[in-house]
Structures are given as structure tokens and as C-alpha cells.
T-cell receptor, first 113, second 113 residues
Framework: DAGVTQSPTHLIKTRGQQVTLRCSPKSGHDTVSWYQQALGQGPQFIFQYYEEEERQRGNFPDRFSGHQFPNYSSELNVNALLLGDSALYLC????????????FGSGTRLTVV | GQQLNQSPQSMFIQEGEDVSMNCTSSSIFNTWLWYKQDPGEGPVLLIALYKAGELTSNGRLTAQFGITRKDSFLNISASIPSDVGIYFCAGPLFTGGGNKLTFGTGTQLKVEL
């Protein structure tokens, strides 16, 4: 049973560019959350998607946007990249209303130069 | 916003030692979660605590939900080399739209040479 799959694993972008990160949730999960983890810090919640809608959002600017598809997979888009956006981006899937069975992917390491 | 502080920030372990770490919050949580993150991987759930005063074990790991609901503790007995990694506490925050995890600052376990 595949867990959470994220792509790409690593990415280098230039300031001002746009990036799209992808996530396929664990089989049976219907909710996808995205987290940003800067080096040496704990993950910070970006937003959560369920039924193709954004249900909750953390303290991130509108440059961060997302989407969930009918098959529950999700994308995270970041526009006008800043150096400070360099981080590990983690996707976590879960079953809404279930216990805290969040399953995290291995993440996408984004470097902005 | 809510902040979870973990201590110690890092510690060195020798094989066979017992390890203790804690997590404190400025706010009350009704659930505490402990995760471990290995290099290049996403966090993996170790233990979930649902009731104040609860003591829960998972193999050599034991975690406690503080009586005040503002802290939690994790102990590792008879540590082994594969215990090396970063340990995060996390608390879920519910809103009408869904839930999100607030992560602690992390405790990094290293092997003492």
C-alpha cells in the first residue's frame, strides 16, 4: 500500500519564478494538508484541502495557493518566489473525522536562488 | 499564535542510555502527538495522547500527557543507534472547517562518539 507520494523530490528555482508541487495521498485518505519546514524548525501549517476546497489556512500569504483534484491528489503553488521560501514542503494526508492518522510524505526540497 | 517549546534542543546519547524530553505550550491542548523525523523523510507518528494524565507506551517509548494539558513528556529507554533523529511534539487545533497540527521546535538526538 503506497503511502503519500510527493514530486519532485528536489527543485531549484530563481527568485520571482513560480513553482508547483504535487502530492498523492495515501490510499483511502480524503484530506490533504501542506506544511512548510524551514531548516532546523518544525513544520508550519500552510493549508488543508477536503472535497476540493480549502478548509483551513495558516499564516501564509496569498502567493501560496493550492488545489485538490477529484482523485484527492493535491498541488501547492507558490508565486513570486522569495529566498525565504526555500524549505522542505511536506504533504500529509488523513481521513477527515478519523483519528490523528496523518501520513506524511518525504517532502519536496525547494531551493530559491 | 500558539507555540510549542521543546527541550532540550539537542542531546547526545550513548547506546543503552535512557532519554527524556519535554514539550510545553502557552495554550491548552486536548491531544498531544509525538513524531520522529529522520533525515530526508517526513515525520512519523510515534505516540498519541488523548487524556490529561495519560501515560502511553509504544515499545521502548513512553509518553505522558501533562495534568495541566499544557505539557507532555517523551521518554526513550535503552536507546539504540536508530533512535537518532529529530523528535517533534504536536498538538491539533480544531476549527469548524477542519484541523491543523502545531509542531514544536524539535529535539535532535545525536550519537555521542
Amino acid at each position: 500500500d503506497a503511502g503519500v507520494t510527493q514530486s519532485p523530490t528536489h527543485l531549484i528555482k530563481t527568485r520571482g519564478q513560480q513553482v508547483t508541487l504535487r502530492c498523492s495521498p495515501k490510499s483511502g485518505h480524503d484530506t490533504v494538508s501542506w506544511y512548510q519546514q524551514a531548516l532546523g524548525q518544525g513544520p508550519q501549517f500552510i493549508f488543508q484541502y477536503y472535497e476540493e476546497e480549502e478548509r483551513q489556512r495558516g499564516n501564509f500569504p496569498d502567493r501560496f495557493s493550492g488545489h485538490q483534484f477529484p482523485n484527492y491528489s493535491s498541488e501547492l503553488n507558490v508565486n513570486a518566489l522569495l529566498l525565504g521560501d526555500s524549505a522542505l514542503y511536506l504533504c500529509a494526508s488523513s481521513l477527515l473525522g478519523g483519528d490523528y492518522g496523518y501520513t506524511f510524505g518525504s517532502g519536496t526540497r525547494l531551493t530559491v536562488v | 499564535g500558539q507555540q510549542l517549546n521543546q527541550s532540550p534542543q539537542s542531546m547526545f546519547i550513548q547506546e543503552g542510555e535512557d532519554v527524556s524530553m519535554n514539550c510545553t505550550s502557552s495554550s491548552i491542548f486536548n491531544t498531544w502527538l509525538w513524531y520522529k523525523q529522520d533525515p530526508g523523510e517526513g515525520p512519523v507518528l510515534l505516540i498519541a495522547l488523548y487524556k490529561a494524565g495519560e501515560l502511553t507506551s509504544n515499545g521502548r517509548l513512553t509518553a505522558q500527557f501533562g495534568i495541566t494539558r499544557k505539557d507532555s513528556f517523551l521518554n526513550i529507554s535503552a536507546s539504540i543507534p536508530s533512535d537518532v533523529g529529530i523528535y517533534f511534539c504536536a498538538g491539533p487545533l480544531f476549527t469548524g472547517g477542519g484541523n491543523k497540527l502545531t509542531f514544536g521546535t524539535g529535539t535532535q538526538l545525536k550519537v555521542e562518539l
